[in-house]
């Protein structure tokens, strides 16, 4: 085991009556970095993280966090990590200031420090005009980000984020993804859990791909976009018989070798074409082409390939099949 | 963000454990001033009880002599409602676990005891309550202690400690069952025959032979001696030293599986 790596665990294995939630998990995590853990829901993703985060023993597996063995000395790691679970830990009856006030007391900070750790991060969160009110008046994205600062009270060393956006909109999920940035930023490593390639992406160093509690895939976000398919251009117009001449500009300004194509997919609205890229510069040469041609469109997005295509490409089979 | 330090002093053990237990009480102590509802099972309840009891069978009991069935009655009756005041606490407990808030306890470097202890301290103030009711509302109805202040100060004082003994049944459940309203469920299975079972409501000498022999071996039974012995007549000694070897009883047995069923809840 090197110095440098924050998280560490080998051979994980927890069953939980029929169903093997972790199948041979190895994870590591270097000191400073974000490490996204991929998968869908029932992957393992959340037992892996009570693991490391001490709420739960492996059947079978060792794991560190900076250095010090999660199931021999698991008070002392509790010292050094932040959990945020998927579903917000916070006590609806205390206020904002209560259950951080709670959280530093239990942190043996004494009042006077818990009550100032409390109002910073109340502050540095937005919730400085909530602070007084009891968490249940809380919006679901104000009720995560208490919980997140519940999880920094005692600075730890290693966050552990365990689908920290699911259920927010847009705008709360950038302002999220911010506060991930500045934690690493000032010191901290993070660990988190998503559905999303595209919020992978956004934050994490590294990405780890799990399914059916196995590691299948372990890379850069780069190395992982090149080997399941990079970024997908779909273009809609507002009049739907233009369609042609959307797929012969598409075509026109697309690298060689690649075409494109109507969507089809299943679940996907019709009336939309896309074709493969490698990166954004493509969007130089389509906006003039489409302005010459006068088509108006309705979207023009580049999209990441979503959790199912992620799969398709790793394994060769996508998500919807395994129903079947 | 500031350069403040988390203080973390090494000193472990009982210490910490209390000043843990002690805020996770202050939690609970919140939560119950916010939803005074939920006080309703140790203040309202139990003047209904002892209106009903009183009002309705103690004509019929003691031969319509309802003044002197008062003064029989309320002992008991107060530690029926301490025996029931109990059952909430596990199904807050069992509330709080599917609802999440206990995993961010354990994933704090406290000792794992700290919640449950400090959920069972915040309950002093229920059963603080209870008392206070009982002997207020008591009182107006005719009720009068034959004592003495400092016997009275006695017998709520032990009420109260046999509470907080008592409630770790109710720990014990609320960490096994699934879900808060099984948790009433079983307590109430328990609660009610050991009760009524009892001599709260009529003296023990008017029961059937079998009936008699379970009121005997009842924990109920000996604490409602010695509060009746400490309020209005009676020994105090004899069931006073039964009453303690059974508290001493209950913490040494559900203190542990009540522990134990904590820490194997995921």
Redesign the interface.
């Known amino acids: 085991m090197t110095e440098d790596l924050v998280v560490h665990a080998e051979g994980l294995r927890k069953r939980f009556g029929k169903t093997q939630a972790l199948d041979g998990v190895d994870l590591s995590m270097r000191r400073g970095t974000v490490l996204g853990v991929l998968g869908p829901n029932g992957a393992g993703k959340t037992t892996a993280v009570?693991v490391l985060?001490?709420?739960?023993r492996p059947d079978e597996g060792r794991a560190f966090v900076a250095g010090v063995d999660v199931l021999k000395n698991p008070?002392?790691v509790?010292?050094l990590?932040?959990?945020t679970?998927q579903?917000?830990?916070?006590?609806?009856?205390?206020t904002g200031v209560?259950n951080l006030v709670?959280?530093g007391?239990?942190?043996?900070?004494?009042g006077r420090?818990a009550r100032?750790?409390a109002d910073?991060l109340l502050n540095?969160f937005d919730l400085s005009e909530a602070a007084q009110r009891?968490a249940k008046t809380y919006s679901g994205g104000m009720r995560r980000r208490l919980d997140l600062a519940?999880?920094l009270v005692?600075?730890p060393e290693v966050i552990f984020l365990d689908e920290p956006t699911t259920g927010l909109d847009p705008a709360k999920r950038e302002d999220m993804w911010g506060v991930v940035r500045t934690q690493v930023a000032?010191g901290a490593s993070v660990l988190l859990t998503t559905q999303y390639l595209e919020e992978a992406d956004a934050l994490a160093d590294e990405i780890v791909v799990v399914d059916h509690g196995r590691v299948i895939a372990h890379d850069t976000p780069d190395g992982l976009k090149r080997r399941v398919g990079g970024q997908t251009l779909r273009v809609r117009p507002s009049d739907a018989a233009r369609l042609p001449d959307v797929l012969r500009v598409l075509d026109l300004v697309a690298a060689a070798g690649t075409s494109a194509s109507i969507d089809e997919a299943a679940g996907s609205r019709p009336g939309a074409a896309s074709v493969p890229v490698t990166s954004d510069e493509v969007l130089d040469k389509l906006i003039p082409a489409l302005r010459a041609e006068r088509i108006e469109v309705t979207e023009l997005a580049l999209h990441l390939p979503s959790l199912d295509e992620v799969f398709h490409a790793l394994t060769g089979r996508t998500k919807a099949e395994e129903l079947v | 963000?500031?350069t403040?330090a988390?203080?973390?002093?090494a000193g472990g053990g009982v210490l910490?454990l209390g000043?843990?237990a002690f805020?996770?009480a202050?939690?609970s102590l919140?939560?119950t001033i916010?939803?005074p509802e939920a006080l309703i099972d140790v203040t309202i309840q139990p003047v209904i009880f002892l209106l009903l009891f009183t009002y309705l069978f103690g004509g019929a009991i003691f031969d319509g002599n309802r003044g002197l069935y008062l003064q029989f009655l309320l002992p008991g009756m107060l530690a029926q409602s301490l025996a029931m005041g109990g059952v909430a606490l596990g199904q807050n407990l069992n509330a709080d676990i599917e609802?999440?808030?206990?995993?961010?306890?354990?994933?704090?470097?406290?000792s794992r005891a700290?919640p449950l202890v400090g959920a069972v301290m915040a309950d002093v103030v229920r059963y603080l309550s209870v008392c206070v009711v009982m002997l207020g509302f008591g009182t107006i109805m005719g009720f009068r202690v034959q004592t003495g202040f400092v016997p009275a100060l006695g017998a709520v004082a032990l009420s109260i400690a046999f509470g907080l003994c008592f409630c770790w049944i109710s720990v014990w459940v609320g960490m096994l069952a699934r879900t808060s309203g099984a948790v009433q469920g079983i307590m109430f299975l328990l609660v009610l025959p050991l009760t009524f079972g009892s001599n709260v409501y009529v003296p023990t000498d008017t029961l059937p032979g079998f009936v008699q022999g379970f009121v005997a071996v009842n924990p109920i039974t000996p604490l409602v001696a010695t509060i009746r012995g400490l309020l209005v007549e009676g020994p105090v000694a004899g069931p006073l030293t039964t009453t303690l070897i059974w508290m001493a009883g209950l913490l040494a047995v559900f203190v542990p599986l009540a522990l134990r069923a904590y820490n194997k809840r995921?």
Do not use: C, N
């Open positions: 009570r985060a001490t709420l739960l008070q002392q509790r010292r990590v932040g959990l679970g579903y917000a830990s916070v006590d609806e009856d205390l209560q709670l959280i007391r239990l942190l043996d900070l004494s420090d100032r750790r910073e540095w009891p519940a999880s005692g600075r000032s | 963000m500031s403040l988390v203080a973390r002093p910490a000043r843990h805020a996770l202050k939690r919140i939560k916010r939803t609802k999440g808030v206990f995993d961010r306890f354990r994933s704090l470097p406290i700290a995921a």
